[in-house]
């Protein structure tokens, strides 16, 4: 089951919500007498200045122009004062979500949090051996003079706005002396790259995946040998090629034009034997998924796109951007505008788009000139390496040798508690030790019979993201950008960039490391030997060589289509043979991006979409920003009403179909509620194409009348509720017996989609399980009953049982089914004690479960669920990780016009008018204009400030 997300920091912030909830902005002054200064916009009767605020270490007043939907445009005569102000503004609107970043980050939760939850020592544990900080630091020295210079004016602005906190010179309520402010502490350019890292760490850090896939892997393995003395047992012995395929679904690239080849059969290296290493590392992984589900509870997702000017209908290029993460409160990202005017008119910039709190600058957005987006690559850029640890416990065995184990002393204080000091055990060649985690919070002594695993990320090395992401600011077209990001190392990023002169480019630039061909030697035929992605031997013979050449890092620009898309599919169709491993490159050269990508149907459906416009507008990629065609549905209704028509054929004629006898003669088995089934689902793609709607008012909460203009939109709904609900039953009665006889090891949930949708549509011969007796998959029987259950026996048997399901949950009338009233999303506040501070809050009035929404898993518009639900729990569709933003732009030369929305608002105080507003727009699909130049700006402005020296 899909388990809650909530992290105990919640216990510790609850008390500072108290503080903050009735808002926390520095008290404006008094209006200005005549003669003070402003900012680079100058005295304006039509933009009145509505407060001052004085600040340290400005060089020049700075004007802050509050949007009507509280974005802060910053207007500033340096990049240093911008960043300053920006740091000060985002700790204003956004103090708690930046304090909790870099607790995580560093690993000081239990400082002030183990008296409430004694397991957040597991997380600091975890983070100190990732040493996120320990690189920060590093990263810190190796910055140049200007990317340093900002870095610290940002933290100082951070700093500025935390000491009012803790001097409580900012607004707090009376109830201020039970908050423990000493927790702000000043905030360093330390502290703002070590949340930089952590955001790589999220992007493009694999080991807790590679970890669990190697502990499934072995586990499926070992529980259905090809030997086994159970026929039962034997015949399955294909199953991890039915489970683990890493050729997505929809086979959708981005390019198709990559100088890849593909290599010969090879012989299968040994894999490494690592004994109790589910156990060892239980504590380890679950202390990062408490981590990594406030961010993406189900792995990262994102759509970007870009039109050429040839095939945009306004003539010029067009971007569309909806990077798909954690929808929270406050939402994951921050948008700022900033237009730096210094007296060198070659260093002007002028940026609009989103910021992440704790990091300076825009990650997301346009300049002027070219407009941006981003989806995570995917590339393998992590190993795991099983050790050999000597007798003494001090070494391990290398290339034939003893090499020394180094150890970093971390001191983890423990709230009210004794210091905790962690030796973080380093192989100097690979990295950190992955800790096993004892019950008490402290770390077990490394076992040399039992091995250990150690990790080694590109990320462990010092780089400098922030200069790539200052040169895309300041980059004037494509080709510019693409430049910038070529000095983008860590955290790679599928780059969609488009310019004012109509070109497009895809780039995907990051630091992707070669290996020796022993850890790429693999066997698809028999799933055996070494893979990057499992762990591999740490004994020299799966190592790195060095990096992908630059120019064979994925890109293209300007294709013949007129078009790119990503959606973190397999850009380059390395994968599409099943085999991650036999790639090449023009040279002979082995060629290994990673095992695996998306299962496909986003980009497919969006490459779809766009080749059917002859000429694109902005609206046009809105509407497919929000398509919520159902992937699934589209392709196992079919099926299910093949099945229903066998199974009415044997309720009328007994022995028509004689493995469908039972079921039809199940109490359960009610033929008008499966004849009305048939009929919604027959209509659901004759009339609807599988939309996967709502069939919910979005402002009301009620049910969309049965008639009228929305009679389809209701009949889909209906449809969309009963097929999810069966395909939850269905997974369970297909795979959960198998599943059960391993001892339930996880399996993620598109592969557990790509095994249903193989087992049901593929030619049955060619299936990795096939049944020569029954001439179907093995799967389909259920290895816990004497009898053999069909393809269509388990397809009905599910649909009894989720209409059993719908029955208890909702009632019989599926006249009154909803999919919206169901399928729901909050915006959980990182506080979930206090539910007013989600969003919508607990108990509201009109919704009270949270807003309802279309789409379903793998649609374009994200809304994913778990495709987990034993059969004796009630399915749950609600979700939490969607689009964080819906930007779309049209690139025209005298000043890119955008529109957009985030899931929540800019201001992180439930008081203020710019905590929910934009939710408003997010759940209804809809976005509104961003004011980028500034006559736009003085129409849409709210308030002005002038931030001056001190």
Known sequence: MHEPRRFPIARFFSFLALTFAAGCSDPAETPPPAGDPFGPIGDRADLPVTERIKIDNLAAPVDVVRDKDGRPHIFASSFEDAVRVQGYLVAQDRHLQIEFYRRVSEGRLAEILADADASVIDNDIVFRSLGLHRVAKKQYEVLGPEEKALVDAFADGVSQHFRALRNREAGLPA?????????????TGVDALAIARLQSYLLSHSADGELADTISIQTIGAAFPKDAADPLVALRSGILRELYRFAPYEPA?????????????????????LPDL????????????????????????????????????????????????????????????????????????????????????????????????????????????????????????????????????????IQAGTPYTYKVPVVPHHGAILPEILPDHTVAPLDPAKGAVSVRWTGDEATNE??????LLRSKNVDEAKL???????????????????????TSHAKLPTRKPAAVAWNPATFSGTLPCLVLPGDGSAEWTGALPDHLVPWEKNPAAGFLATANNDPIGDSLDNDPSNGTLPDGTPMYLACSWDIGFREGRIKERLAALDKATPEDLAKIQGDAKSALGSRLVPAMIEAIDRAEAERKAPGTHPDLSAVVADPGYDAAAIQNVHALLTAWGTEAGYEAASGIDPDTNKPLPAEGDTAIEVRASQATLVFNTWLLRLVERVLGDELEHAGRPFVPRDQKAKAILAITRDTPASLPTYDPTTKESALWDDMATPEIETKHERIVRALVDALGTLAADVGTDIGAYRWGARHRVRFEAILPILGQLSIPPLGDPVFPDGFPRHGDSFSVDSSDFSLTARLDVTPRYDYDFGPTQRLVVDLAPEGPRSWNALPGGVVWDSQSPHFRDQAELWRKNQTRQVPFLLTDVVAAAASRIVVTGR
Do not use: C
């Open 175 to 187: 109830a201020a002396f039970l908050v423990p402010v000493d927790a702000f502490t000043d905030f």
């Open 253 to 273: 690239t981005t390019t198709t034009g990559y100088p890849m080849g593909q290599g010969g059969a090879k012989a299968p290296a040994p894999s490494p034997l």
């Open 466 to 471: 922030l200069a790539a992401i200052l040169a």
């Open 278 to 413: 589910g156990a060892r590392t239980s504590r380890y992984r679950e202390a990062l998924r408490k981590v990594k589900d406030l961010f993406a509870p189900e792995g990262f997702g994102s759509n970007n796109w870009a039109v050429t000017a040839g095939r945009s209908d306004t003539g010029h290029a067009l971007l569309a951007s909806d990077p798909h993460l954690t929808l929270a409160a406050p939402a994951i990202f921050w948008p700022v505008a900033m237009e730096v005017t210094p007296k060198d008119p070659s260093a002007r910039v002028k940026v609009s788009g989103l910021a992440f709190p704790g990091i300076p600058g825009i990650i997301l957005g346009h300049n002027e000139n070219i407009a941006w987006g981003a989806t995570v690559a995917g590339y393998d850029v992590t190993d795991l390496y099983a050790e050999q640890i000597t007798p003494d416990g001090k070494s391990v065995v290398f290339e034939g040798k003893n090499v020394a184990i180094e150890t970093v002393d971390e001191v983890i204080q």
């Open 484 to 506: 910038a990001l070529d000095g983008f190392q860590v955290g790679a990023q599928n780059w969609m960039i488009a310019d004012t002169q109509g070109n497009v480019l895809w």
